[in-house]
């Protein structure tokens, strides 16, 4: 009777434990709050990439984003820019050798870096926000106030046109407005002004 008596005591505890650890609903809001985080970082860009959108995929990986290419390349390998069915306004990919090596904000996207600023933006505050760490310079065809702000955030970055393929970074268009025109943010070809020249 005694064994009896024990063994249901320690069923009963047992049974309040697992409720304790696991309350009705609990499961509902857990699995709820990586989504929402996942929703907010889809739309930030930053050096390794944008939401789906990673800086090294393949070609044949970016069926996958945005409803896939609008316009498949004719040539994988080539330097192209391209465009996603269904990517957020403005938003372009900068493919070389078959992968993605930058992502492009132009003048239509309404996105923001994982800093905060994006097209429209004045170039004065993200020189001041990144302080030192920023590189600027002038814009190669605009008078000033048109400009270049480069910022590295990894990777071998000592030299005056960066080499190293795993250097990662943002860079900065800003007009003769004053403001951002586009934000480039990836690696080493961000450095390059006539796009696939």
């Known amino acids: 009777m005694r064994m009896l008596a024990l063994s249901s005591c320690v069923v009963m505890a047992l049974a309040a434990c697992q409720q304790a650890e696991a309350p009705a609903g609990a499961d509902r809001t857990d699995a709820a709050a990586p989504a929402a985080t996942v929703t907010a970082e889809a739309n930030v860009l930053t050096p390794e990439g944008l939401g789906p959108l990673r ?5 044949p990986q970016l069926a996958t984003v945005w409803g896939g290419l609008r316009v498949q390349p004719t040539d994988v390998m080539a330097c192209q820019i391209v465009e996603f069915a269904d990517a957020p306004p403005g938003v372009k990919a900068f493919l070389n050798g078959g992968e993605v090596r930058h992502i492009i904000l ?4 309404t996105l923001k870096t994982d800093r905060g600023f994006g097209p429209g933006d004045d170039g004065a505050a993200i020189k001041a926000d990144y302080g030192a760490a920023a590189t600027v310079a002038p814009a190669k065809y605009d008078p000033p106030p048109a400009e270049e702000i480069m910022v590295w955030s990894n990777g071998d ?4 046109y960066i080499e190293d393929l795993t250097a990662r970074g943002t860079r900065y268009n800003v007009g003769g407005d004053g403001k951002v ?3 480039m943010a990836g690696g080493p070809t961000i450095q390059l002004v006539e796009g696939c020249g």
């Open 55 to 59: 800086i090294g995929m393949m070609v």
């Open 106 to 109: 132009d003048r239509f996207s």
């Open 157 to 160: 970055t000592s030299g005056a």
């Open 181 to 183: 025109a586009t934000v």
